[in-house]
């Protein structure tokens, strides 16, 4: 069975902060894993990652997988009040039939202090 | 930017009705999702859609749920009885192209819609 364990499962920090959010994951024929950011309702793609080693970056996030270990990171920096959300980590595997579903991770509910 | 639209917004209904919930995936997409999130609950599988039929499914795709793609661009996830512990988040997502697992081609993200809240009473 699929899993993904995300830490930590909350998170306070101030305004200005770097903040790096951990994301572990057993899978049966790896795919991708995906972070995604969830605001109110539903979640928004932030990156995919498919590789180990390459860095994804868009503005102050970053992410990065590393396929021996079976985790990834998702970095934040120079953290906004409007990084505020539910980040989910979710992979994707290969169980041989069809287009298998992703496996979410339980996310992890950052706060932003101004 | 295209975006997939799900309708209504929130369903309320009594335990044993019938409820369909409406997507609209994005419209050159090829596969389709059904998600759902109990309540402070992590999202989760329920099944995947691919050239009119299902592709996979999830234990909790039992045989009260069902999907269809009655015509070109709606997607459709029908629960026949419902019950208390439906309720929950319902989210419609779709992806263009899924890719070969041992390829190097690039896998595309699935896009969700903004859900539908079911509630059940």
């Known amino acids: 069975e699929d899993k993904v364990v995300q830490s930590p499962l909350s998170l306070v920090v101030h305004e200005g902060d770097t903040v790096t959010l951990n994301c572990s994951y057993e899978?049966?024929?790896?795919?991708?894993l995906l972070w995604y950011k969830q605001e109110k309702k539903a979640p928004t793609f932030l990156f995919m990652l498919?590789?180990?080693?390459i860095e994804k970056k868009s503005g102050r996030l970053s992410s990065i997988l590393d396929k021996k270990e079976l985790f990834s990171i998702l970095n934040i920096t120079a953290t906004q009040t409007g990084d505020s959300a539910v980040y989910l980590c979710?992979?994707?595997?290969?169980?041989?039939?069809?287009?298998?579903?992703?496996?979410f991770g339980k996310g992890t509910h950052l706060i932003i202090q101004p | 930017e295209p975006e997939v639209t799900q309708t209504p917004s929130h369903q309320v209904t009594q335990m044993g009705q019938e409820v369909i919930l409406r997507c609209v995936p994005i419209?050159?997409?090829?596969?389709f999702y059904w998600y759902r999130q109990i309540l402070g609950q992590k999202v989760e599988f329920l099944v995947s859609?691919?050239?009119?039929?299902?592709?996979?499914k999830s234990e909790i795709f039992d045989d009260q749920f069902s999907v269809e793609r009655p015509d070109g661009s709606n997607f459709t996830l029908k629960i026949r009885s419902t019950k208390l512990e439906d309720s929950a988040m319902y989210f419609c997502?779709?992806?263009?192209?899924?890719?070969?697992?041992?390829?190097?081609?690039?896998?595309?993200?699935?896009?969700f819609g903004p859900g539908t809240r079911l509630t059940v009473l």
């Open positions: 997502a779709s992806r263009l192209f899924r890719g070969a697992a041992s390829s190097g081609s690039s896998y595309n993200e699935q896009f």
């Open positions: 899978v049966t024929n790896f795919r991708s």
């Open positions: 498919t590789s180990s080693g």
């Open positions: 979710a992979v994707e595997g290969d169980s041989g039939g069809g287009a298998d579903g992703l496996t």
């Open positions: 419209s050159n997409h090829l596969y």
């Open positions: 859609f691919y050239n009119n039929e299902i592709s996979e």
